[in-house]
């Protein structure tokens, strides 16, 4: 068995497992900064706050990645769009499909060269026959 403080040592020490993880990306991300951009970009260099600053910047605006909890991009939109997809009639999905086909497969095929096929055709434009 384990003792019964395992779980409130375990906790103490997450906090510090996070700074040091943030420590050290913002270390990353500062001398990758300091060594790139100014010789490229003619950028000044930062400092270690400010590397904190923007790394923290780019996981608020660009998320957390991953696919757990809270990453995994737009996974209320599928739920959304699966449940319309379940309520249509097989009619409708039939149609939906064929929509969706000319839309998204048709698309390369607008300035691929293929036959009859030219800038000013739109992708809608094609029918399965051209697929």
């Known amino acids: 068995m384990r003792p ?23 270390y ?8 790139l951009l100014p010789d ?15 790394f923290i910047l780019c996981k608020i605006l660009f998320g957390f990645g991953g696919r757990g909890k809270f990453g995994g991009g737009n996974h209320w939109m599928r739920d959304r769009m699966a449940e319309r997809f379940r309520n249509m009639e097989p009619g409708e999905r039939e149609k939906f499909r064929a929509e969706m086909k000319d839309r998204m497969c048709g698309w390369g095929r607008r300035f691929s060269g293929a036959p009859g096929s030219g800038p000013e055709k739109s992708a809608s434009s094609f029918t399965n026959d051209q697929l």
């Not at 019964?4 to 050290?24: E, V």
Request: charged content about 10%.
């Open 40 to 54: 490229i970009l003619h950028a000044g260099t930062i400092t270690f706050w400010q590397a904190m600053g923007i």
């Open 4 to 26: 019964r403080n395992f779980n409130k040592k375990k906790l103490f020490l997450i906090p510090f497992g996070i700074a040091a993880c943030l420590s050290l990306v913002s």
């Open 28 to 35: 990353i991300v500062m001398q990758l900064w300091n060594h």
